[in-house]
């Protein structure tokens, strides 16, 4: 196990921060919201299962660049681990400055549960941000010891499982919940805040007192 996964110590707080991510209400969720909402539970897990293949399929493809410049050198691998911590803090610097989402505006049109699994693979799949956040990170809970392929491929699914499972739980609970984020403007500038905080917090940590070497 060990050879596939970092050290216990950076896999709790991968999961932590992954769960924090994943649960913090952002464009996604609403958008799954949403079509739970206008066309029921079914399109909404639909949506969920489309997104979260496409965002493994980003993984897969982080984890094959990371493997490609961690075989090339260890110097190489710390720059670009900096440079994500760096991204992670404009990420959540962009995060605070953005408007908080709302699911009242520009509904999606009814249709299929293949359309919206298809939309939701296609959306999520080729967008390069999904790939470059990855690429961002993984790296910073990446340990020297372990495999870099299996090891960031196995980061990326666990990342997505979380996700997956968070927007499951607001696929299920939209009937409930939607009306109150329509609503309350303050619940969605929080997530906003929690995002943003979130992603600063990562790469601060990681640039100044994350692990160097995966000990």
Do not use: C
């Not at 110590?9 to 464009?27: D, K, N, R």
């Not at 410049?69 to 720059?79: D, E, K, N, Q, R």
């Not at 109150?180 to 929690?194: C, D, F, N, Q, T």
């Amino acid at each position: 196990m060990h050879e596939v996964l970092p050290s216990w110590p950076l896999l709790s707080a991968f999961i932590a921060a992954s769960f924090i991510l994943a649960v913090t209400p952002g464009p996604g969720v609403f958008y799954i919201v949403t079509r739970s909402m206008l066309q029921g539970r079914r399109h909404g897990i639909a949506s969920v299962f489309g997104v979260a293949l496409g965002n493994l399929g980003n993984a897969v493809g982080a984890s094959i660049g990371l493997a490609a410049l961690f075989a090339i050198s260890t110097l190489a691998f710390t720059v670009v681990k900096y440079a994500g911590a760096a991204y992670l803090v404009y990420l959540g610097l962009q995060a605070l400055r953005a408007p908080a989402p709302d699911i009242t505006a520009a509904r999606p049109a009814p249709a299929s549960i293949a359309r919206i699994f298809r939309d939701g693979f296609v959306v999520a799949l080729l967008n390069p941000k999904t790939a470059i956040f990855f690429a961002a990170f993984l790296p910073q809970f990446m340990s020297a010891g372990a495999a870099p392929m299996v090891q960031s491929f196995a980061l990326g699914a666990i990342f997505v499982a979380i996700a997956a499972m968070t927007d499951t739980g607001y696929a299920l609970a939209a009937g409930a919940v939607a009306p109150m984020l329509a609503r309350a403007r303050g619940v969605r500038s929080l997530g906003r805040h929690v995002s943003g905080g979130a992603f600063i917090g990562l790469g601060v940590f990681t640039a100044l007192g994350g692990p160097r070497n995966g000990k």
